[in-house]
């Protein structure tokens, strides 16, 4: 049996047939908007609410960063300076609210709809952004992280669903890139914003209060956006459906898109599957290759570099806001050229490129370890790691996202399974790996550079 990649309810037909019946889709010119009879579905036209379902990406990104930069002052105003455990946790309890959070992401979409999930995800970033931003504790500091962490976990999963089914098959894949590129840019904005914190007393409260100001706006703007079209008929809402995919692809495409989400749904008739046949027969295929991907994008340490390249680089005198800086646009150049060839390179070659060149970057930081070559140690340790960042960028970081929903069967995705399948043991797994793994390498990180700052070893 051939997997249907994609959740979308339309697809590419041969140009003859579409010749014959204008509302059939033929592969998109880029232009025109599917005015005429010869144009597929335009981008335009879904591109304002895939853009609206990234904030939550960005919002990812800078919390992710936000606390790399202002780490120092938050433990020394809070009064837990020199605490190891108590900055580590500062750090890595987001990642235990994630894993909360991306638990119930998948009930939550499938229950009250994307749009309404997003809106949700968003309050426990704003109350805790508030939260840390106005507590003297370290108590309040670490409750304020781990209600942004539980909406970290909700929304991203959903904006990569969401992403998929209003998104036409031409674009699809550039699309899924905007998650990456939007984490990308939460992440430089984190690092830009932290920047004043040595000189201005206390700036590190801005930092968290500025975070509020896009979770605010991607909840009011969610109310102009579309929800998704193969919910509502799952719903049963079909007459909703039809307006929607009137937004999104035009009046000549609704027919067609239609058509072909019915015969979707039809093909997925039959018995529910049971929890057990995930991990046999087809099923565990696509189970495996999903949690795989998660787990070896999380495993590649890329979150203990965010969290702490302004710790690695002033400990070899490397000005840690040039660095950052450079960090970030090198995340954001390789999650452009992702964009860019993931259409036409493919899914695949993306990853193995990916994966091959942070080995490689790895390997000169190995390189860069030994204190023999001087001054040529430290750029290869820097521009390691930018390396590093770059092919972690190129695929690695966007395609595991975008790939899962497309590997997914209907079947999978059913109201009941979603939460188990897609979030449970795929996303979910990326995050406790990332929190079981990633925490105690946080911390002994952490305890590692104050002992050779005390010069124990």
């Known amino acids: 049996m051939r997997w249907k990649l ?36 335009s981008w335009r036209r879904s591109l304002p609410h895939v853009c609206v379902a990234t904030v939550t990406s960005f919002l990812f990104g800078y919390h992710t960063g936000v606390v790399n930069e202002p780490l120092e002052s938050i433990s020394a105003d809070l009064g837990f300076a020199g605490n190891t455990l108590a900055e580590g946790l500062v750090v890595s309890i987001c990642l235990g609210g994630a894993f909360v959070g991306c638990l119930f992401s998948g009930s939550v979409a499938d229950g009250i709809g994307r749009r309404r999930a997003f809106q949700l995800s968003t309050l426990p970033m704003i109350v805790g952004a508030a939260l840390s931003a106005l507590t003297n504790s370290l108590e309040g500091m670490l409750f304020g992280r781990l209600l942004v962490g539980a909406g970290m976990g909700l929304g991203p999963p959903v904006a990569s669903l969401y992403i998929t089914e209003v998104s036409p098959p031409s674009v699809r894949g550039m699309y899924g890139s905007f998650v990456q590129i939007a984490t990308c840019l939460g992440i430089l904005f984190s690092l830009l914003v932290g920047t004043p914190v040595k000189d201005i007393d206390r700036w590190w409260r801005v930092c968290f209060w500025v975070s509020a100001v896009p979770a605010v706006l991607q909840a009011i703007a969610m109310e102009f956006c579309v929800e998704s079209p193969q919910w509502l008929y799952k719903c049963g809402r079909t007459n909703e459906a039809e307006m929607q995919f009137e937004k999104l692809l035009g009046p000549l495409h609704v027919k067609s898109a239609m058509a072909e989400l ?27 290759i999903g949690t795989t991907l998660f787990a070896l994008q999380q495993l590649s340490g890329i979150n203990s570099v965010f969290y702490f390249s302004s710790t690695v680089f002033r400990s070899v005198g490397v000005p840690s806001s040039l660095a950052n800086i450079c960090m970030g646009i090198a995340n954001l150049l390789g999650s452009i050229i992702a964009m860019l060839l993931m259409d036409k390179l493919g899914r695949k070659m993306l990853l193995v490129g990916s994966f091959f060149f942070m080995a490689f970057s790895m390997g000169l930081q190995a390189i860069g370890a ?63 790996v990332c929190y079981s793994c990633g925490f105690w390498s946080n911390l002994v990180h952490r305890f590692c550079t104050r002992c050779s700052r005390q010069r124990v070893w």
């Open 262 to 288: 019915s015969r979707s749904e039809r093909g997925d008739d039959g018995e529910s599957v049971k929890f057990s046949e995930l991990f046999y027969g087809r099923h565990f295929n696509v189970v495996f």
């Open 370 to 432: 030994n204190r023999h070559l001087g001054s040529a140690s430290v750029y290869l340790s820097v521009g390691g790691i930018l390396l590093f960042v770059l092919a972690f960028s190129l695929g690695a970081g966007p395609v595991p996202g975008l790939l899962l929903p497309e590997i997914f069967p209907n079947k999978i995705r059913a109201p009941k399974l979603w939460l188990c399948v897609c979030q449970c043991i795929g996303v979910s797994t990326s995050s406790s």
């Open 6 to 41: 994609g959740t979308a309810a339309y697809k590419r037909v041969p140009s003859r047939d579409a010749a014959m019946d204008p509302d059939l889709e033929t592969p998109a010119d880029g232009g025109g908007g599917g005015a005429g009879a010869g144009a597929g579905p």
